[in-house]
Structures are given as structure tokens and as C-alpha cells.
T-cell receptor
Framework: GENVEQHPSTLSVQEGDSAVIKCTYS??????FPWYKQELGKRPQLIID?????GEKKDQRIAVTLNKTAKHFSLHITETQPEDSAVYFC???????????FGAGTRLTVKP | DAGVTQSPTHLIKTRGQQVTLRCSPK?????VSWYQQALGQGPQFIFQ???????QRGNFPDRFSGHQFPNYSSELNVNALLLGDSALYLC???????????????FGPGTRLTVL
């Protein structure tokens, strides 16, 4: 089955700096890669996703890149703000949410 | 338009007991997936229900079972509870695309289960 690894486990940046979180996956059949933000005590919220037919996607300060050959994808947050502080999870699946596998999470802290 | 709801919010059980958790999907969604999230970990896929049948299952023992009702709501049952079953149980709903294209998955607030 799919195995998703996520790095780093913790990340601390200064407000205004950029943050990058990286994930690798093992199943070449995976074709959907969402990123979730989970604040303490709350549900995971989808912040951006990318499909395997696209190499990069951007939404304001957030961008995701995908390298299918190397089986890795990354989340980029620019101009970080204290409210970006949360745990971020990457995930991979083969469509229709079947067997979606999550990374272990990255705790991002943005210092004001 | 109600989002995904789960009940109860919190639950305390003792080892060996059985528990049932409930999930109502977002309006218009027909698929429910269940996840177990241990403290400090990412969600682990338990299984997914579509058209009242289990479509896919993760690496969880048979003590974990589920059901989906005609109105698309779902239940997760766990028998013979172990201390290690203590976790946040999340359900997520989505709409299955006829062309097998991926559709966004919405999570419920979760049920925090504590096994003593």
C-alpha cells in the first residue's frame, strides 16, 4: 500500500519568512495530493490540492509542487503570518478518496 | 448547508467494552471515510463506505466495523476496546465522481475516545 513520509516534523520561522514542507510517496498509482491544516483541537481543513497531471498550483501565499518522477511533493507558504501556525499534513490517494494515506504532520510555528 | 457532523464529541470507555460512533456527511455527499488519529500523528485510514458497502479498508483488525445507511450517514463500531484504541476518530465525506475523478473530502470535528 501507499506510504507517505513528511519532513520536517517541526518547523519554526520568523513572521514574513517562507516555510517549505516536503513529502514523498511510494505508490506510483497515486494521483491526488491534498494538504490539510489542523489547528489545535480542530478538524483538518483542506488548504490546497494538486492532481498528478499538474506540476504546480498556487493560491495566494500557498503553493504546491509535484514531481511525479521522484514521487515527491512540497508545500510552500510565503510571507508567513502567526495565524499560519498549525500542524500541516500531506496526503496521497488514487482517487475517490480510497485508501488516502497521510504523512505524520509538520508542526509549523510562526514567531511574530 | 450543514457540514459533516459527528457524535458524540467525547467518550470514555473501559477495556473490553464496545463503542459506536456516528457520522452524518455533508449535504449532497454519498461517501464516508473513517480515520483514526492518535495524539501527535496523522490520520490513519480505517475504511470507506459507498452505496452502503465497504469499498476499501486500511490496516485495522476486524474489531473495527462499520455501516452506512440509505441516507448516507455512517457508524463506526469498535469491539473489545484496547487502551491503544484511544484516539480522535474522524469521519470525512465526499461525492464519488462517475468518472473516478477526485472530489474534495470534508472532515467532521471528530469523536475523542478515551479507553481506560
Amino acid at each position: 500500500g501507499e506510504n507517505v513520509e513528511q519532513h520536517p516534523s517541526t518547523l519554526s520561522v520568523q513572521e514574513g519568512d517562507s516555510a517549505v514542507i516536503k513529502c514523498t510517496y511510494s505508490d506510483s498509482a497515486s494521483n491526488y495530493f491534498p494538504w490539510y491544516k489542523q489547528e489545535l483541537g480542530k478538524r483538518p481543513q483542506l488548504i490546497i490540492d494538486i492532481r498528478s497531471n499538474v506540476g504546480e498550483k498556487k493560491d495566494q501565499r500557498i503553493a504546491v509542487t509535484l514531481n511525479k518522477t521522484a514521487k515527491h511533493f512540497s508545500l510552500h507558504i510565503t510571507e508567513t503570518q502567526p495565524e499560519d501556525s498549525a500542524v500541516y499534513f500531506c496526503a496521497a490517494s488514487t482517487g475517490n478518496n480510497n485508501d488516502m494515506r497521510f504523512g505524520a504532520g509538520t508542526r509549523l510555528t510562526v514567531k511574530p | 448547508d450543514a457540514g459533516v457532523t459527528q457524535s458524540p464529541t467525547h467518550l470514555i470507555k473501559t477495556r473490553g467494552q464496545q463503542v459506536t460512533l456516528r457520522c452524518s456527511p455533508k449535504s449532497g455527499h454519498d461517501t464516508v471515510s473513517w480515520y483514526q488519529q492518535a495524539l501527535g500523528q496523522g490520520p490513519q485510514f480505517i475504511f470507506q463506505y459507498y452505496e452502503e458497502e465497504e469499498r476499501q479498508r486500511g490496516n485495522f483488525p476486524d474489531r473495527f466495523s462499520g455501516h452506512q445507511f440509505p441516507n448516507y450517514s455512517s457508524e463506526l463500531n469498535v469491539n473489545a476496546l484496547l487502551l491503544g484504541d484511544s484516539a480522535l476518530y474522524l469521519c470525512a465525506s465526499s461525492l464519488v465522481s462517475r468518472r473516478n475523478a477526485y472530489n474534495e473530502q470534508f472532515f467532521g470535528p471528530g469523536t475523542r475516545l478515551t479507553v481506560l
